[in-house]
């Protein structure tokens, strides 16, 4: 009922970052999405299938150095129902082959609506008396900004299934200043959301110290990362921003703790477009992730603890 599995991950591939799965079809290699647009068309059905395939080549080439996945709901709503079912078999096959997957999908509203993302999510979906996993990702992210009752449905299906949440607390975002640094009572929301997710958490509680209800807060952010990690001692950090927004891992180091855990680093774009910056042919994209996904851990690594779950 807590983010221990992921944890768990973590430790055994000694690295915290996540892979991040926005495939957009420009990053897609031709070798992979000219013969789908022959069989296809060009077509949702076709765009669909190249992102699977690819995602496919990424997942075998990642899966044995880096613990976790994030697909962004986005990327795959965008090419339709293909796109979303193309999501599932994403979802399916990295699990398959060990890894965690968060679900980056931002969800909230109100709490009738929230059971039924819960249920889609990490949980099951009720059809006449036959509980089917709809997705079945194992983390998602959320926006608290509904309060308790967008989130609590959450929190239910976390300790029913094993399942853990990321709250948006301080987005990677420049614009995120905007509302999140606004101080309430000499505060900034961004610490009182942070605060929220303890709260929130401690139905959660997890093996290390870390509860199923993390927070984002964005690599671009040093020094709300510091300030985050020690004003929120339970909470696991999931960190987006890092390569293509221009967070480093001299700007993400904060965010750990004395064991080497308390955040995953996430990269996207840095890792998908790697074999496009390294001027590599395409049919080497999945190699290409697989070098800049060694470099990131091996950049994070120097700069962090040694991990450990004692
Ligand atoms: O504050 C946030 C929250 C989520 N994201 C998501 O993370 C990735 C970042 O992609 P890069 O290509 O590595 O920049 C993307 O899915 C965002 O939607 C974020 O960037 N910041």
Redesign the pocket.
Known sequence: MSLDRLIEGIARTNNPTVA?L?PKLEYIPDCILKPYIDQYGRTLEAAAEAIFTYNQGLIDALCDIVPAV?P?C??YEMYGWQGVRALERTIRYAQEKGMFVIT?G?RNDIGSTMDAYAAAHLGVTDVAGNGIEAFGGDAL?VNGYLGSDGIDPVIKVCRQRDKGMFV?V????PS?EELQDQAINEEPVYLMMGRQCEKWGEQLPGKYGYTGVGA???A?WPQQLSELRYELPHTFF?V??????GGSAESVAGAFDKRGLGAIV???????CAWKKEGCPGEDYAQAARREALRMRDAIAAVIPVITLE
């Open positions: 991040g926005d994030k962004q986005a990327y980056d931002k992210t948006l301080k987005t990677s975002n995120s984002v807060v964005g671009t999931l987006p921003g890092y390569g293509a927004q996430n990269s996207s774009r840095a890792i998908l």
